[in-house]
């Protein structure tokens, strides 16, 4: 099945600069790459997702990139604020298993 | 006009009873899932159902068992209850693709936090 690697565990940054999350996965036939973020206490919610026709998306602060062939993808947030401290998490959507497998997730802490 | 409801939101109880979560969706979504996380915030997929396919993760007690009355509802249901189910379990929900792949997001719920004493 799909095994879904996210580095660092754990990220402190200043305020204003920029933070970078990166996974990789192994089932080449995964097709469907989304990022969650989750606050304290509270559900994962989508920030921000890519699907593998594309090479990169862009929101405002956050952008991921895919690069198929090395079969990694990366979350880059600009800007940062405390509020964006959170665990982030990267999912991939694997077609022969049917199902997301998430990373074991990145605890961002911003520091004011 | 919550999205994705579960309940209870908090549920302990001791080893060995038989417990249910509740899950409901009003997005018009044809699939629905539960993970657990647990204390090491990892989150994994238990089950995706929609109202054709059932699909378990292979890692799943078979004391643990969805059951769905419509398609805006999936239940998890579990029997004799151990130490190791405390977790926060999510539920979720999305549009099946037509590839294959989930058209839109996933929406979780807010989680129940479930503690085995």
């Known amino acids: 099945g799909e095994n879904v690697e996210q580095h660092p565990s754990t990220l402190s940054v200043q305020e204003g600069d920029s933070a970078v999350i990166k996974c990789t996965y192994s089932?080449?036939?995964?097709?469907?790459f989304p990022w969650y973020k989750q606050e304290l206490g509270k559900r994962p919610q989508l920030i921000i997702d890519?699907?593998?026709?594309?090479g990169e998306k862009k929101d405002q602060r956050i952008a991921v990139t895919l690069n198929k062939t090395a079969k990694h993808f990366s979350l880059h947030i600009t800007e940062t604020q405390p509020e964006d401290s959170a665990v982030y998490f990267c999912?991939?959507?694997?077609?022969?298993?049917?199902?997301?497998?998430f990373g074991s997730g990145t605890q961002l802490t911003v520091l004011p | 006009d919550t999205a994705v409801s579960q309940t209870p939101k908090y549920l302990v109880t001791q080893m060995g009873n038989d417990k249910s979560i509740k899950c409901e969706q009003n997005?018009?979504?044809?699939?629905m899932y539960w993970y657990k996380q647990d204390s090491k915030k990892f989150l994994k997929i238990m089950f995706s159902?929609?109202?054709?396919?059932?699909?378990i993760n292979e890692t799943v007690p078979n004391r643990f068992s969805p059951k769905s009355p419509d398609k805006a509802h999936l239940n998890l249901h579990i029997n004799s209850l151990e130490l190791g189910d405390s977790a926060v379990y999510f539920c979720?929900?999305?549009?099946?693709?037509?590839?294959?792949?989930?058209?839109?997001?996933?929406?979780f719920g807010p989680g129940t936090r479930l503690t085995v004493l």
């Open positions: 890519i699907r593998s026709n594309v």
């Open positions: 979720a929900s999305s549009h099946s693709g037509l590839a294959g792949g989930p058209r839109n997001e996933q929406f």
């Open positions: 999912a991939a959507y694997s077609g022969s298993a049917r199902q997301l497998t």
């Open positions: 997005l018009g979504h044809d699939t």
């Open positions: 159902y929609n109202n054709k396919e059932l699909i």
């Open positions: 089932d080449s036939a995964s097709n469907y």
